[in-house]
């Protein structure tokens, strides 16, 4: 940048908005992301970057701020199976049973049920429950569904929907064979 660099932007932005802010910066080692969160920046995000993670990193932002688009009316709530999973009313119920999950867990619950089937890996997961959060690991998200599945599984140690594909990642499965 000509005048300022991005961190006494950030501080001043920081001084005078609540705007949201994601650094976007050649500068890579920890101690320049440290800085710029401690400044108060939202996320950072080192180039080279894809613009597919900038947008999703984008879209978190503003979803976790309250200020992304709302839940569109008339989307209903999702059923796959026993499950169903109602986002505008951030619940989630199996055979018609309301059933508690964390942030974090319906924010994996509900990822997967707009798109059943599909093999979410870990780090796709991660991004849908806290965004740049750095403390959070891909383990997380281990330590996540295996809460889910005692939440939503008959048998957790043999679940029926929510499934490990090895070496990837999980998926919620719409498949009636899964056996309930």
Same mark, same amino acid.
């Given at each position: ?8 932007? +950030? ?5 005078? /908005?609540?705007?949201? #802010? %994601? *650094?976007? @910066? ?18 950072? %995000?080192?180039? !080279?970057? /894809? !613009? ?5 990193? #984008?879209?978190?932002? %503003?979803?976790? /701020?309250?200020?992304? =688009? ?13 499950? $169903?999973?109602?986002? =505008?009313?951030?619940?989630?119920? #199996?055979?018609?049973?309301?059933? =508690? +999950?964390?942030?974090? $867990?319906?924010? &994996?619950?509900?990822? *997967? ?15 849908? @429950? ?6 959070? @690991?891909?383990?997380? &998200?281990? #330590? ?13 140690? +043999? !679940? ?21």
């Amino acid at each position: 940048m000509p005048v300022l660099d991005g961190l006494q932007v +950030c501080r001043t932005l920081r001084r005078e /908005s609540d705007m949201l #802010v %994601l *650094m976007l @910066t050649a500068r890579s080692t920890e101690d320049d992301l440290l800085v710029g969160l401690e400044l108060g920046a939202d996320d950072y %995000l080192t180039k !080279p970057y /894809s !613009p597919r993670e900038l947008m999703a990193r #984008v879209r978190t932002l %503003l979803r976790r /701020s309250g200020r992304g =688009a709302p839940v569109p009316a008339g989307t209903g709530p999702r059923r796959i199976g026993p499950i $169903e999973i109602d986002r =505008a009313a951030h619940q989630v119920t #199996v055979d018609g049973v309301p059933v =508690a +999950c964390t942030r974090g $867990e319906f924010a &994996i619950l509900a990822a *997967m049920a707009e798109q059943p089937n599909r093999v979410f890996t870990r780090t796709q997961l991660l991004h849908h @429950t806290q965004g740049i959060d750095r403390s959070s @690991t891909e383990r997380t &998200i281990d #330590v996540h569904v295996m809460n889910l599945r005692r939440k939503i599984e008959r048998d957790p140690q +043999c !679940p029926a929907w929510l499934l490990t594909v090895f070496g990837v990642g999980y998926k919620l499965t719409s498949d009636a064979a899964a056996g309930r």
